[in-house]
């Protein structure tokens, strides 16, 4: 079993900069796959990027692209997103999730990550 727990949700000025942070405790020497996603009110939840433990491949959406970065440190036990040049659509509540699933490459769909953080809000405002 693993347990997530995110930190670094707030509100920021369009333009600016957010770091979000996953500690994870547990079974961190079986994760496959860290990822982030995001929900804003009435959509479903969004992959936002990824991160394969085994080669440190990365995975961003085409939204995020170019201005969030994901990173990994201490051996799987922190999962980060620096998340640059904010928008107003970037707006959602934010989580992180584990994936176990042995596989040579990242989902990026919601449902295939067994172990979720809490989840924090993240607000952009014009």
């Known amino acids: 079993q693993v347990q997530l727990v995110e930190s670094g949700g707030g509100s920021v000025q369009a333009g600016g900069s957010l770091r979000h942070s996953c500690a994870a405790s547990g079974y961190t020497y079986g994760v496959y796959c860290m990822g982030w996603f995001r929900q804003a009110p009435g959509k479903e939840r969004e992959g936002v990027a990824a991160?394969?433990?085994?080669?440190?491949?990365?995975y961003y959406s085409d939204s995020v692209k170019g201005r969030f970065t994901i990173s990994q440190a201490n051996a799987k036990k922190t999962l980060y997103l620096q998340m640059n040049s904010l928008q107003a659509e970037d707006t959602a509540m934010y989580y992180c999730?584990?994936?176990?699933?042995?596989?040579?490459?990242?989902?990026?769909?919601?449902?295939?990550?067994?172990?979720w953080g809490q989840g924090t809000q993240v607000t952009v405002s014009s």
């Open positions: 999730a584990a994936d176990l699933r042995p596989s040579s490459t990242c989902s990026r769909h919601y449902a295939t990550y067994k172990y």
């Open positions: 991160i394969f433990a085994g080669g440190g491949r990365t």
